[in-house]
Structures are given as C-alpha cells and as structure tokens.
C-alpha cells in the first residue's frame, strides 16, 4: 500500500537517527531517564513468553542503557524457531 510508504520513511529515519545507519531490522525504540534509545534487535531464536520475556527484555534494556555498549553477537545455533517457545 504506498499510501503508507511516506509514514515508513519518516518512522525509519526517526528511527536511525537513534541508533544509527549502520543497522539493520528490528530495531526497538525505549526511553530510560528521559533519554530517547534505539537498537538493533533482538535476534531470538524462538519466541520467550512470561516471566522470561521480561527478563530477557530487562537485560536488553539494561544494556543499551549504557552509554558505553555496542554489541554483543554470537553464532546461531539453528533456523528459527517460528510459532514455537523456547
């Protein structure tokens, strides 16, 4: 629906400028302390529901907070696993 390719640019931009040009997809955006953050990822492998979930986005969160990390990356173990819970 290119109706909506000019509300894609503009939310991809805002986007970037947050966390850069040099990422890719997902990016998720949060605030913590006032300060707008954005990052790219993260990668899963299976979809986390609950109690691990939470934490799993707690930590994410608690990383990207800090003004002095980057990245964190390992290989992936196997294909995703879609419509599944770790």
């Keep these: 629906d290119e109706s909506l390719d000019a509300v894609i640019r503009d939310s991809m931009k805002a986007v970037l ?12 955006e949060f605030e913590v302390g006032g300060a707008r953050r954005a990052i790219y990822g993260p990668i899963i492998g299976a979809a986390v529901r609950g109690h691990e979930a939470d934490e799993l986005f707690e930590h994410v969160i608690a990383l990207a907070s800090s003004e002095t ?3 964190l990356k390992r290989s992936r173990s196997g ?8």
């Design 17 to 28: 400028d947050l966390a850069g040009d040099d990422v890719g997809v997902p990016i998720i």
């Design 79 to 86: 294909p995703p696993q879609i419509g599944t819970s770790g």
């Design 69 to 71: 990390f980057f990245e």
